[in-house]
């Protein structure tokens, strides 16, 4: 099916089902520990073997000899592989580094060999056994040092350029030119990257938590130089994603090569350490913003550029991507550069782009608010456009931030808020507002679905898309169930299996929306069959309770499959609607701090997010997602920080007792408004993302509302303590 016209009304529209708060019908296996993740796959793998991965002790350079003896001797140890032993290997079109270093290293902990033992614990023991030795290379590791080295990335539209950025910017007559920094950023997800391989002669099957399944099948085969139709790769539960598996890793390729050597499925999950310096990270950012206005408040110039590194070959974070788009301003510039670091591989996280671009652009849309003596809020709504700001042409499909900041704002007694900073106490605490927009673009993918009707009514839905603990499940049941006129329990949701119809899988913002609409697509050509075999009118049956009715006859839906099964399948594919309409989502964020006058220690009080981003499929879910995504935000902005060892490459606090994400405590209240909008032109469903939407702006929220409690700006995240203390207001 091709989208090619605006969405009109379809059986979508009556909200039976879909658009329901309804609970995870995955819920029930996953609190009881029976939904198999993929190291837990004993029965289908069963007498599994377990490797251990060895990681490189050095971040570039070679490895001058490498001594596997001891580790083959020790107890329990099954095979030894490593680069000189593992055949030849490819590397896939998603990676920039290769997977299995050796003699090259390119960064610290890639890996370079994987013990298979009979346990766990003996297949570790061995891996302390290898012994290394390295001739190491000077590398750059250091995003300061190695900006002035940075080049025009190979990117899409790099650099962008409407009017006269200069000439607008001096002769403006109120402007802010400030520099913000944004740290390198862990995805820290709760299940590691974990893999179990099996083969069968030359097909080899790979249970493994990944968020792409087409994606990372298609570069698992050809790193192994083996027809894609020999991989299979099965991802029914995963424990958290965030960009983070999004591409094939170290330990599912070296499950494979394990399994081949041992000749039995073996096992595979990364230590922490391993996942934070082996596999991908949000790369630290350097961010200039200039921005010029009017008196009155107008934007007259805007200009954004950005910095950030990346091992060779990689591509850069695109921070800039929301200021090309979110405010008005007749002359404005963005530029993006890419420095070569031999740091690990910086890649997709939560919001790639938007997150960390946001989390300068709004400090300095607050800053420039100040310098106008203009409320913030009143400052973005004036600065408001309709249409794509290098395009004029080419409007917003939807564009609803206005309506987000003032309910936003009336929601969370924005009036109160003092507009002159430090000047709110209770007690010891300084208390402060801040407030910062939210944008993230719309993307679509093509997504396919099949569907199976049996004689008792069961509808089944089989895709490779995937669940990330974002709900998936539960969408696709309640796209089915509507479509299909059936109850919620008479669907039967099968996911993460790529012998399944390729889908869109779960990233970037698209996964709900595209994958939803590919099972509407499978399920149009359901309901055609079905009305066939009943001897209906495809074009006036109507499904629902249960059954169709046509005619003035109503007929059970499993009748048509007395016969046999019915199956079918479709994909939804999309034309160019979001080339003549820009589709982004839209929202606003405010929170209130409380700054310790003594110490410095910042506590967010509470926290509300108003969203505007289509139909949304399912409430609760959805605002999980935003709350997640809230208070991964509040950790951008208080907390994280991988901790880079400048003089030998590698992030230093790599667990979670150094590299620290909020707990329950630092929490606070949080409350999510979900704006009434459906957007014919992103899909049939009227749908867009939300996952992402709800981290785009709110550290920028959090800085915000420290600077209104102190009178403290910081530019350089996280805001921690010993950025405040100096420069805080005298106690009283």
């Known amino acids: ?131 290394v030795e390295y001739a190491k290379e000077k590398g750059a590791y250091d995003l300061d040092k190695a900006k002035g080295s940075a080049t025009v990335p190979k990117s899409d539209k790099p650099d962008t350029k409407v009017g006269d950025f200069d000439g607008a910017f001096a002769g403006a007559p109120v402007k802010l030119d400030a520099t913000y920094h944004t740290p390198d950023h862990s995805h820290a997800m709760m299940e590691p990257h974990a893999s179990i391989a099996a083969w069968e002669g030359d097909k080899l099957t790979l249970w493994t938590s990944n968020q792409m399944i087409d994606w990372t099948k298609g570069d698992l085969a050809k790193t192994l130089g083996i027809p894609k139709d020999n991989v299979r790769l099965i991802s029914p539960y995963i424990g958290g994603g965030f960009g983070g598996k999004l591409f094939l890793r170290s330990e599912a390729l070296l499950a494979a090569l394990g399994a081949r050597a041992a000749k039995r499925p073996v096992k595979v999950a990364l230590s922490r350490p391993l996942m934070i310096n082996n596999t991908t990270h949000r790369p630290a950012t350097i961010q200039r913003i200039r921005i010029g206005a009017t008196r009155d408040g107008k934007i007259s110039a805007i200009g954004h550029e950005t910095w950030s590194g990346n091992l060779p070959g990689g591509n850069p974070e695109e921070a800039v991507q929301q200021t090309r788009l979110l405010y008005a301003g007749a002359h404005r510039m963005t530029k993006t550069r890419l420095a070569v670091l031999d740091l690990p591989e910086g890649n997709a996280m939560r919001a790639p782009g938007e997150a960390p671009g946001m989390m300068a652009l709004e400090i300095a849309m607050d800053e420039m608010a100040e310098k106008l003596k203009i409320d913030p809020v009143t400052f973005r709504i004036l600065n408001d456009t309709k249409v794509d700001p290098e395009k004029p042409s080419r409007p917003f499909s939807q564009r609803r931030l206005i309506d987000c900041l003032r309910t936003g704002a009336e929601r969370f007694g924005w009036k109160a808020r003092s507009a002159e900073p430090g000047k709110t106490r209770e007690g010891r605490w300084l208390i402060g507002m801040g407030v910062a927009a939210a944008f993230r673009n719309n993307m679509v993918m093509k997504s396919g679905a099949r569907i199976r009707l049996d004689g008792k009514g069961i509808v089944t839905v089989e895709t ?33 299996d790529s012998s399944f119809p390729v889908s869109a899988g779960s990233g970037g913002q698209w996964g709900a929306n595209s994958s939803t609409a590919g099972v509407y697509a499978a399920c149009v050509k359901m309901r055609e069959a079905v009305a066939q075999k009943l001897g209906m009118n495809p074009a006036e049956a109507d499904f629902a309770d249960g059954a169709v009715r046509a005619g003035g006859k109503s007929v059970p839906l499993g009748q048509a499959a007395q016969g046999g099964e019915l199956v079918a399948e479709d994909s939804m594919e999309y034309g160019d609607l979001d080339k003549k309409f820009q589709q982004s989502t839209f929202g606003a964020h405010f929170v209130e701090v409380a700054v310790d006058s003594a110490t410095g220690e910042t506590r967010v009080r509470r926290m509300l997010a108003v969203c505007a981003a289509g139909r949304i499929l399912n409430p609760k879910s959805a605002r999980s997602q935003v709350i997640g995504a809230m208070t991964m935000g509040l950790g951008a902005a208080l907390m994280e920080e991988l901790v880079v060892d400048t003089r030998t490459g590698f992030f230093v606090n790599h667990d979670l007792g150094g590299y620290e994400v909020p707990v329950h405590a630092d929490v606070p209240h949080q409350e999510v408004v979900f704006l009434d909008e459906t957007d014919p032109m992103s899909s049939p469903m009227k749908a867009k993302g939300v996952g992402e939407l709800g981290i785009c702006g709110v550290a920028a929220a959090i800085a915000n509302a420290v600077y209104n409690a102190t009178g403290v700006r910081v530019r350089e995240y996280p805001v921690t303590l010993d950025k405040l203390l100096a420069k805080m207001p005298a106690m009283t």
Request: charged residues 20%; glycine residues 12%.
């Open 1 to 131: 099916m091709k989208f090619t016209t605006p969405a009109t009304t379809n059986p979508i529209d009556r909200l039976k089902v879909v658009g329901r708060p309804l609970d995870r019908i995955d819920g029930p296996a996953k609190t009881t520990g029976s939904a198999p993740y993929a190291y837990e796959q004993h029965e289908a793998a069963p007498n599994a073997a377990y490797g251990y991965v060895v990681g490189a002790g050095i971040a570039k350079g070679r490895i001058t000899s490498i001594d596997l003896g001891d580790a083959r001797r020790a107890p329990g140890v099954i095979a030894v592989i490593g680069a000189e032993n593992a055949g030849t290997l490819g590397k896939g079109k998603m990676n920039t580094a290769r997977l299995l270093g050796g003699p090259e290293i390119q960064h610290y902990h890639q890996a370079i060999a994987v013990v298979v033992a009979e346990t766990f614990e003996q297949a570790r023991a061995a891996a302390s056994l290898v012994k």
């Open 464 to 496: 490779d898309m995937t669940d990330i603990g974002t709900g998936s499940y539960t969408i696709i049941a309640q796209t089915a169930a509507e479509m299909m006129g059936v109850a919620i329990d008479k669907v039967v949701v099968k996911l993460g």
